[in-house]
């Protein structure tokens, strides 16, 4: 559970350090008064309650498939029951994609936001480092990234003891000023939060999207469920972090009760002046950990997004022997710390990020309801009269703080929105290309089982040793094979034709994995399923297939043949010319086959195709 807690809830966790503040921002017009504190601390309660502990822990975390979470596992769960030519589940496929990009975008804004709004702890500790509150920033967001390749199980193991004493130190802190203030305790009643709205129609409207910070981190809670499990984090969640936050949040109430004018920063001024620079510090590894949970978030997502299709082949290292699901991509670490190194240096501070922050979340938070409605339906098959008031009670929260984040686009939440449209052009043009290809391949394919049958009626010349050519189609020929007959006019003794699938499911058991088909005369057909959260080795293939049949492979008279396909855009139907482009380009940048399969460099043929789309 402390590697859990380590993870997953470091984002959510320090959210006290920014949300009370900006609520009462200046720019909202809000009176600071006994009935609005109560107001607002009532609305920030009662978010926590009915966003995370009802919607996500209770039934978000339901939805997981065969225990993998974040939004294209549910995406994928959800159009299971349904045909894939439907529109419904082309809308579906949309939504989902598009959740995952949005979900990019609040990768890049929460590491921002978390450590520079812990680094200016320092203006009140220290007001003369205050200059050096972005570089400090940018120096401990490059340590971060820099230790991911270690793994999460390692950071977890780090990171989850000062975790868990944070969350302590956010409950002690709101207690001592509870019970100074106890009148704080009223803001538990909903009755003080509608008050609240009813009187300040418009500023509740507007503050909705500075209460909704305390919510950010729910979205990664559920991406990371796949490399914990639901119950370490259901536990933590409501034995430890629940509680602390909600403390925390009360306490600060009190503390505006007594005193107003803490406004400044009513996180750094409940703490006693002895603590406030040990403070600082806590609460600088802290919000470092937060980051923690949306960069494991986006490996994660952009290992499903790769075996789904949506996304070209990358390297992906596993850092666990033990749990399967924790990865570590170097191109989506490097290109994240990239961007949000920009962020930092542009925005420059936790209050302009702030208005940059909760549009993506809203969004994403909006779709997940949406399929987690459809996998009610169609998987769990629970009833209608269930479903709605479930579905429409999350929806009307959700577009509420969407609706009022909104309101922030000029501000900042352009920001997120701009790198989740950009990568969603992206994904889809990359599903599209892949679409065509496989289109033209197969209309200019020659069948498999007919070819064979009159090649071997008059065979060529059959050599030593074992052949094995990748194909994208387990019923075609593959390219690299008419090459290879074409030049060098020989067939092996053992030739398999080895297609790769990937299910709907994150993980493939053993016994499902593999089919072997004997065509004739040593020649094999090979299909091997993998989940969308694994990726496909051709060295456990092969010690597969040597179990259940009669074949042996001896690497180094094994040779593998990959066609090398080098695209080209045209003006045939599919795509427009420049996109196509966009797409070859991507095509031509991503992993080579034989590193994403794991095949030794010197054991590799590569025959080149070109293909028009």
């Known amino acids: 559970m402390a590697a859990a807690i380590g993870v997953v809830f470091g984002d959510i966790g320090t959210s006290p350090l920014y949300s009370l503040k900006e609520a009462f921002s200046p720019a909202h017009g809000i009176p600071l008064g006994p009935s609005t504190i109560l107001g607002v601390i009532s609305l920030l309660f009662w978010a926590i309650i009915v966003v995370v502990s009802l919607k996500y822990v209770m039934f978000v975390m339901r939805a997981d498939n065969n225990g993998e979470g974040g939004i294209l596992a549910l995406m994928a769960m959800a159009i299971r029951p349904l045909d894939r030519r439907a529109t419904v589940a082309h809308v579906l496929i949309a939504l989902g994609v598009f959740g995952a990009c949005m979900f990019y975008g609040d990768a890049v804004i929460t590491p921002a936001i978390s450590v520079i709004s812990a680094v200016e702890g320092l203006e009140i500790a220290a007001p003369h480092l205050s200059q050096y509150v972005v570089p400090i920033t940018i120096v401990i967001l490059i340590c971060l990234f820099y230790i991911q390749r270690h793994g999460t199980d390692s950071v977890g193991r780090l990171f989850g003891p000062i975790m868990i004493t944070w ?14 203030e106890p009148r704080i305790i009223a803001a538990l009643s909903p009755y003080y939060a509608y008050k609240f709205m009813e009187t300040h129609v418009l500023q509740a409207y507007v503050v909705m999207g500075s209460v909704f910070l305390v919510l950010t981190g729910a979205e990664a ?83 499903q997004a790769i075996q789904l299709g949506y996304v070209p082949r990358m390297k992906i ?46 969004t994403t938070m909006i779709i997940t309801t949406v399929l987690v409605a459809y996998a009610m339906s169609g998987v769990w098959r629970w009833r209608k009269a269930f479903i709605v008031p479930i579905i429409s009670l999350f929806l009307i929260v959700d577009l509420a703080f969407f609706g009022s984040n909104l309101l922030k686009v000029a501000e900042g939440g352009w920001l997120p929105l701009t790198i989740g449209a950009i990568l969603f052009f992206l994904l889809t043009t990359w599903a599209k290309g892949r679409h065509i290809v496989k289109e033209r391949t197969a209309a200019d394919g020659i069948p498999l089982e007919p070819f064979l049958e009159s090649l071997l009626a008059h065979p060529p010349h059959r050599v030593s040793g074992t052949a094995i050519y990748l194909s994208g189609s387990d019923t075609l020929v593959p390219v690299s094979l008419l090459h290879n007959l074409k030049h060098n006019k020989v067939l092996h003794e053992v030739t398999v034709f080895m297609n790769f699938q990937t299910l709907d499911v994150p993980y493939v058991d053993d016994a499902d994995r593999l089919e072997t088909r004997d065509l004739t005369c040593g020649v094999y057909a090979v299909k091997a399923r993998f989940g969308f959260n694994e990726t496909p080795d051709v060295h456990s293939i092969l010690r597969m297939i040597e179990d259940r049949h009669d074949i042996s492979f001896e690497l180094m008279d094994t040779s593998f043949f990959v066609a090398r396909e080098t695209v080209v855009p045209t003006k045939l139907p599919g795509m427009s010319v420049w996109r196509e482009r966009i797409f070859a380009w991507m095509h031509q940048n991503a992993a080579k086959p034989t590193d994403f399969f794991s095949i030794p460099a010197n054991r590799v043929v590569e025959l080149g195709t070109k293909i028009e789309i």
């Open 167 to 180: 969350f302590v130190v956010l409950a002690i802190m709101g207690i001592s000023h509870i019970f100074r």
């Open 317 to 362: 290292t596993h850092t666990s022997a033990q749990a399967i699901g924790q990865i570590y991509i170097p191109v989506v670490n490097w290109m994240l710390l990239f961007i949000i190194l920009c962020v930092v240096m542009g925005f420059r501070s936790s209050d302009n990020l702030a208005a940059a922050y909760g549009i993506a979340v809203t």
């Open 221 to 303: 809670l559920y991406a990371d469920m796949g490399h914990f499990g639901a119950k370490p984090i259901r536990f933590a969640w409501y034995g430890l972090v629940m509680p602390s936050l909600v403390l925390n949040y009360f306490g600060q109430g009190a503390l505006l009760l007594a005193d107003p004018k803490a406004i400044e920063n009513p996180f750094f001024l409940m703490a006693p002046d002895w603590a406030l620079l040990p403070l600082v510090i806590l609460s600088t590894v802290a919000t470092v950990i937060a980051s923690q949970a949306v960069i494991s978030g986006a490996f994660s997502l952009t290992s």
